[in-house]
């Protein structure tokens, strides 16, 4: 894999992963408000593209580390 490829996933991961956290935390301050299920939706969304990220990253063999998504388990941490 080239240092362009690699670098664009490194970038990719961690933009997704830092986008992730900001849905759940706006889930979670949602809460008993008009804009909860637009919330909940948007952090389901984020569970969904990880969840992919990480299986795609998987089948294709390539390192975890190069997704740049460490501290982030999609189950864990977008479902729970």
């Given at each position: 894999m080239?240092?362009?490829?690699k670098?664009?996933?490194?970038d990719l991961?961690?933009?997704l992963r830092q986008k992730a956290f900001e849905a759940k935390q706006s889930a979670w301050a949602a809460k008993g408000t008009d804009d909860e299920a637009y919330q909940l939706a948007r952090k389901m969304?984020?569970?969904?593209v990880?969840?992919?990220?990480?299986?795609?990253?998987?089948?294709?063999?390539?390192?975890?580390?190069?997704?740049h998504r460490e501290g982030l388990d999609p189950d864990r941490?977008?479902?729970a």
């Open positions: 080239s240092d362009v490829h670098n664009y996933l490194l991961g961690y933009l969304v984020y569970y969904g990880m969840s992919l990220l990480v299986q795609e990253a998987e089948s294709f063999r390539l390192p975890i580390e190069d997704l941490d977008l479902i």
